[in-house]
């Protein structure tokens, strides 16, 4: 059951809370790209050299923060999936093991658990696995460096199918819990009449 009801965020809190590590990586990356045009004056250089080493050159300098933004959109769709399964079956540690593997999984997991009341149940669930606030590195590349090589990889970390969340979560949050007590009393009677 769902302690202290539900605690619904705008689109934009909710994003940046989910990946601030991600956000900051970006932000950081666009002011190093801009200090290494500034200090070594590629600026006057792309409209000049050479025009197949300048796209390279350009391609290898912009493409890089687009990744973390990839990311953050993937752990959005993460956050979506977790918040709906943990409102619909209450918390289960099956629900977030799946999600634990990486901090920013593991982030996007505490915004979807903090709003819905099993922040302290989630924290305690990562700290039994061995997490604390230093793990960012996710496990795989501790494990298994040649990973990043793999389709699986890039699929799961950058491009994460969109989740249709299945419960709206902007209704009236009563209504909410009305809904969902409906819903497991549906089931109940279900399982009463196969029984």
């Not at 994003?15 to 500034?38: D, N, P, Q, S």
């Not at 999936?81 to 901090?103: A, E, N, T």
């Not at 658990?113 to 099993?118: D, W």
């Not at 590195?137 to 890039?154: A, E, G, H, R």
Request: aromatic share 18%; proline share 4%.
């Amino acid at each position: 059951m769902i302690e202290g009801g539900i605690n619904h965020r705008p689109f934009i809190v909710t994003y940046y809370r989910l990946g601030y590590l991600l956000h900051f990586m970006t932000i950081a990356e666009v002011l190093l790209i801009v200090a290494f045009f500034k200090q070594f004056h590629l600026l006057a250089w792309a409209q000049e050299g050479n025009p197949f080493i300048r796209w390279i050159l350009l391609f290898c300098l912009v493409f890089p923060p687009i990744f973390p933004q990839c990311d953050a959109r993937s752990r959005y769709q993460n956050y979506k999936q977790v918040k709906d399964h943990l409102f619909l079956y209450g918390f289960q540690s099956r629900i977030i093991k799946p999600f634990s593997h990486s901090r920013c999984q593991r982030d996007a997991v505490l915004a979807a658990a903090e709003e819905l009341g099993y922040k302290t149940e989630c924290k305690n669930y990562f700290k039994t696995q061995g997490y604390k606030w230093h793990h960012l590195m996710p496990d795989f590349l501790v494990k298994n460096p040649q990973f990043l090589f793999n389709k699986q990889f890039w699929l799961s970390t950058f491009f994460v199918k969109t989740y249709k969340s299945k419960v709206d979560f902007s209704k009236n949050h009563q209504l909410l819990r009305n809904e969902k007590k409906e819903s497991s009393l549906f089931e109940t009677d279900q399982l009463k009449q196969a029984i």
